[in-house]
């Protein structure tokens, strides 16, 4: 997502305080304890937080996290939140190749990856945010059974994550090629791209993974 500077970014970072968590490793296995919620979701690449924030409202009992590179998106992403005092939410600005080192194995419950860049080029193929490689360290950080929900407009990288998610092991279901006419929609929440490409005609892609940890895996 390219976007102008924004005026005062650091400044308005600054006001959302207390829902940006500036040094996240130190909660490192200390997630539930911190948030005193039972159940996390991470939404990776949440961009301007259209979706985060009717997830967090529509599951008051859970605790999201809005996982952003962008510091200029992330702020948006913020206010949102921040507008509608919404008490679940909370903002981690880094990149996705570094989960493993601000969640501990088996932390999180569920993972949103809605509209990732699409990395065409194939020399680009490793940044694709369903590359094994970030399926692998997703597989760490979710526990046994948890779920990563995927969505795209784009095919190509739709098929290229189907591929992926069997290298990675991780059982795939529900999957749907045109998600706005499926029986999913009617509990789908729209991000601000999903409604963008949609109006240009393209049809979302979605599936929903299940992580299942062999014995080997899991905390003893
Ligand atoms: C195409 S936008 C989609 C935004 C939003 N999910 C939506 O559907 O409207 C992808 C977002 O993912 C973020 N992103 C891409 N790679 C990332 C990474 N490795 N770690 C964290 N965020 C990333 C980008 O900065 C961008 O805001």
Known sequence: MR????????????????????????NKGKWKEFSDFKEISIEIGCGKGRFILENAKRNP???YIGFEKV???????MEKIKNEEIKNVFFICDDASRLCEIFDE???????????????????????????SF????????????????KTDNRDLFDFSLEQFEKAEIEV??????????????DNIHTEYEDNFSAKGFSINR?????KKNVSDKEV
Not at 71 to 77: F, M, S
Not at 207 to 211: E, I, M, P, Q, S
């Open 3 to 26: 976007m102008r500077k924004k005026k005062n970014g650091a400044k308005r970072i600054e006001a959302c305080s207390d829902i940006f968590i500036k040094e996240p490793e130190k």
């Open 61 to 63: 009992d859970k605790l």
């Open 71 to 77: 510091p200029d998106v992330i702020v948006l992403a």
């Open 106 to 132: 088996n932390e999180i419950d569920e993972i949103y990856l809605n509209f990732s860049d699409p990395w065409p080029k194939k020399r680009h193929a490793k940044r694709r945010l369903t590359f094994i």
């Open 135 to 150: 399926l692998e360290i997703y597989k760490k950080i979710i526990k046994d059974g948890g779920k990563i929900f995927f």
């Open 173 to 186: 279901s529900d999957v749907c090629f045109d998600l706005h006419n499926s029986e999913y929609e009617k």
């Open 207 to 211: 599936l929903v993974g299940t992580v």
